[in-house]
């Protein structure tokens, strides 16, 4: 019969209490799991996309819109730019690959794509992020390839035709583009990317869809000039500062590097969310600390007197101090492995929404060095909130606590 | 076995514990007999290390234990001496079994390997073989005080101090437990000292010692 299972019996024999305690203790663990993992998995994975392209190329303007319009299909893209340019860019030493892109359009929320059909070829490494689920790739203009998110939102599948609004924004007021409608001939499978909640096209369809005559004495428009951006593969990822400095002096374009401009959003005004939501996290693991203190301070005055009868038995100050201090530990140690259940339970779901909505897959809670880093300052809270109860016993009067009725 | 000679221990302001002179041999059976508030528990404690002296020695098995530091008297204590007390306190959140075996947990009297069979043979030996596993919550007082006895003798000890053992008892049962505790004291030749303010209980102990007048008041 040891210490632990001495220590054990006693956080059994008070049940409610100690389950209440381990809880606040596990909503700690889990606000802290929780927020550690989504923040460095939703890095890795913006990382991972921004890595796959050494430079986007839009027009004037803030180069963290540019990627996240180009890459991630989140913003608003910035404008367009010469195809004159673009094509310039491409012929540079060091460039590998061009691929323009043309946006303009949305159907059902999710952005039309226009682009080059090399573009669906694209490997990084050993993924190949437009593989098809189904279907094949466009042939001619007015051919679209979805994302697999997309095919599981809208209902279209292949063979399907719809047709594009314009604008980024959903709702009344946009133009349909009713007279040119898509057919849907592929589909693309599920990535957990962007492309998983985008439509691809050929870049000829945007033109098309986007030409106009003259109107009210404006000069007739030539959208076949211009492209939105344009994703640029380098021989090296060793040239990206320097193509993207020679880029943005020689031409009238903005280039930018993705995982630059990513790790930057990051650092600004993600890294302050995220330590916002650590110190609550660490707050309430604080006072679940202090729970643990009262619930075992309060435990320690009930059982003076069998920590008495221990002292009488032989038991040793040290023992009854460590038995205390057993306590402390076994009810931090549940709360961080519920916590760290509640956590996990926390990003599955959250990854789940997000893999629908955004396209990202959230992986389940990992134990990262951050993550150890935070398990260990828990447990060390909880075992510094044991030593006051256990000093408590410690000091035991063994002939008062027997004699007190 | 224990010897007090000249032990005081200040209780308050004027109050003091005085014992010239007490001598139990190895083997005694010994009542510790007087009213209530004469000094006969103050007397139990300081014999078995609970309180310290203030002035005297007081020996037991041979060592004089207010020379013992705090650790070694917890040893000590662990190894020579079994208790039982009046209100039996026993450990609520374990068993019959458990309370016995956390006698032998904090003393290396017995090897560990031997634990279960020696607290299941002196729980069979005090008729409790059929509620090992019960907590002390599902007992009845005698059967508690039963694994008290059990618990206090597990260990092998050479001193048994027993305070008011029967005083929670109903007079059926407290002669059952006195004849138990006896007859165990007999066969593990273990010395008894027995505190009581029942002159009846008193008396089925061979040795007596008067307790009357420990206490004394208005002392400086």
Known sequence: MSLWHIAWSYLWNRKLTTVMTVLSVALGVALISAVLTLREETQKRFEEEAQAFDLVVGAKGNALQLVLSTVYFLDSPVGNVARADIEKIAKLEDVDAVFPIGMGDTYKGYRIVGTVRELMDFKWGERRPYALAEGRYWEKPFEAVIGAGVAQDTGLKVGSTFTGMHGFVQGGGAEDHAEKPYKVVGVIALSGTPNDRAIFCDIQSVWDVHEH?????????????????????????????????????????????????????????????????????????????????????????????????????????GEIFGAVLIEAFWVTLLGLVAGWALGALTCKLLGLYLATKLGFHIAAVSLSADLITAYSAVLLMGMIAGILPAWQAYRTDIARDLAEP | MVLLENVQRKLGPGVAFACDRFHAPEGARMALWGPSGCGKSTMLNLISGLLRPHAGVIRVDGQEIQKLSESALDAFRGERYGFIFQTFNLLAPFSAMKNVLIGMRFSDVIPEKEWKERAKAMLERVDLGHRLHAKPATLSVGERQRVAIARALVNRPRLIVADEPTGSLDPKTANAVMTLLLELCAEEKVTLLLVTHDRGIADRLPDLFDCSGLVKEGTS
């Open chain 1, 213 to 317: 005559g003259a109107e009210n004495g404006e000069p007739e428009a030539h959208p076949s000039d211009e492209v939105t951006a344009a994703l640029v593969r380098l021989a090296t990822p060793a040239q990206r500062p320097v193509l993207r400095k020679k880029i943005n002096s020689e031409y009238n374009v903005t280039a930018a590097v993705p995982v630059l401009e990513i790790q930057k959003l990051y650092d600004q005004f993600l890294g302050m969310a995220k330590a916002v939501l650590l110190a609550i996290g660490y707050l309430v693991v604080v006072i679940s600390s202090l729970s643990i203190l009262i619930g075992l301070y309060m435990a320690i005055l009930q059982r003076r007197r069998d920590l008495a009868i221990m002292r009488a038995l032989g038991a040793t100050r």
